[in-house]
């Protein structure tokens, strides 16, 4: 059984930082592409940041250059550094397979940037 748990949300002003974790169960993260995603009230959950099949890194054009996406295997947790942060970059914040799995889908960690 795959389980997810997002942490490391919050509260932080304009051009600030925050990294959020993902620890994984049930899932080794070596054999499976992972991704970090987010959503926002009455939009499409969207791809932020994701490790490829081919063990690159992609990123949506929005963030590019700003969030970092890592893994640590020993762990098994997947990171997500966010740096420069926007106002547009609240949002609910979930980790999963890419492409992502309905079944893993945790509850995810809201980020919220305000001034």
């Known amino acids: 059984q795959v389980q997810l748990v997002e942490s490391g949300g919050g509260l932080v002003q304009p051009g600030g930082s925050l990294r959020l974790s993902c620890a994984a169960s049930g899932i080794i993260l070596n054999i499976h592409t992972m991704g970090w995603y987010r959503q926002v009230p009455g939009k499409q959950r969207e791809l932020v940041a994701g490790?490829?099949?081919?063990?690159?890194?992609t990123y949506a054009g929005s963030v590019k250059g700003r969030f970092t996406i890592s893994r640590d295997y020993a762990k098994n947790t997947v990171y997500l550094q966010m740096n420069s942060l926007k106002p547009e970059d609240t949002a609910v914040y979930y980790c999963?397979?890419?492409?992502?799995?309905?079944?893993?889908w945790g509850q995810g960690t809201q980020v919220t940037v305000s001034s």
């Open positions: 490790f490829t099949r081919d063990g690159s890194t």
């Open positions: 999963n397979e890419l492409p992502p799995s309905a079944r893993s």
